[in-house]
């Protein structure tokens, strides 16, 4: 079945750092992809998506590339600061059945 | 425009007792989602309404979980009764058809989710 797999947190860096966050994804179709961003006690913010091979996606710095020769969709920044620590979920969904499967997560801490 | 709205925020309660959680998606999304999501996990889909029809509720528990969505806008999602396992947060989201009322096809609007606690 269809899944996404992020790399394990949590990740910390020092502010102005270069960020990169691995999403690698199984799926039988042509799937949308995602990253949310979850700040603590709230619920979970679309960051930005991808709907088909080689589109990036970008919003507030960040940006993912939707990369279906290695089916992974990595998100980057180039320069983190401190308002960006929160939990990234990358997320995928099922061409045209509105079913979304996310990954396990990646809590991200920015030290000033 | 009013996100997806959902209460309680918090719910404590203890094992064996009832508990709901309602949801009211963003006006105009046909579709309705229901996951759980455990602490350090990622959410993980309960059930997904078309509508008033629930068309995907393979993951929910059906012997102590129940939802309901009349008329095809608000929802709750039922435990009865409550396992110490349970403990989660519940988070709905809401979608529409093909940018319709709004949104883009395939994206997803959450809410801020149910922190329960089961002692």
């Known amino acids: 079945g269809d899944s996404v797999t992020q790399m394990e947190g949590p990740v910390t860096l020092s502010e102005e750092a270069f960020l990169t966050i691995n999403c690698t994804y199984t799926a039988t179709g042509y799937p949308s992809l995602f990253w949310y961003v979850q700040y603590p006690g709230e619920g979970l913010q679309l960051l930005l998506k991808a709907t088909k091979a080689d589109d990036k996606g970008s919003n507030k710095g960040f940006e993912a590339t939707y990369r279906k020769e290695t089916t992974s969709f990595h998100l980057e920044k180039g320069s983190v600061q401190v308002s960006d620590s929160a939990v990234y979920f990358c997320?995928?969904?099922?061409?045209?059945?509105?079913?979304?499967?996310f990954g396990s997560g990646t809590k991200l801490n920015v030290k000033p | 425009e009013a996100g997806v709205v959902q209460s309680p925020r918090y719910k404590i309660i203890e094992k064996k007792q009832p508990v709901a959680f309602w949801c009211n998606p963003i006006s105009g999304h046909n579709t309705l989602y229901w996951y759980r999501q455990n602490l350090g996990q990622g959410p993980e889909l309960l059930i997904r309404?078309?509508?008033?029809?629930?068309?995907?509720d393979s993951q929910l528990p059906k012997d102590r979980f129940s939802a309901e969505r009349l008329k095809g806008v608000d929802s709750t999602l039922k435990i009865q009764p409550a396992e110490l396992g349970d403990s989660a947060v519940y988070l709905c989201a809401s979608s529409s058809v093909r940018g319709l009322a709004g949104g883009n096809l395939n994206e997803q609007f959450f809410g801020p989710g149910t922190r329960l606690t089961v002692l």
């Open positions: 309404y078309e509508n008033e029809e629930a068309v995907d």
């Open positions: 997320a995928l969904s099922d061409d045209g059945f509105n079913k979304f499967y």
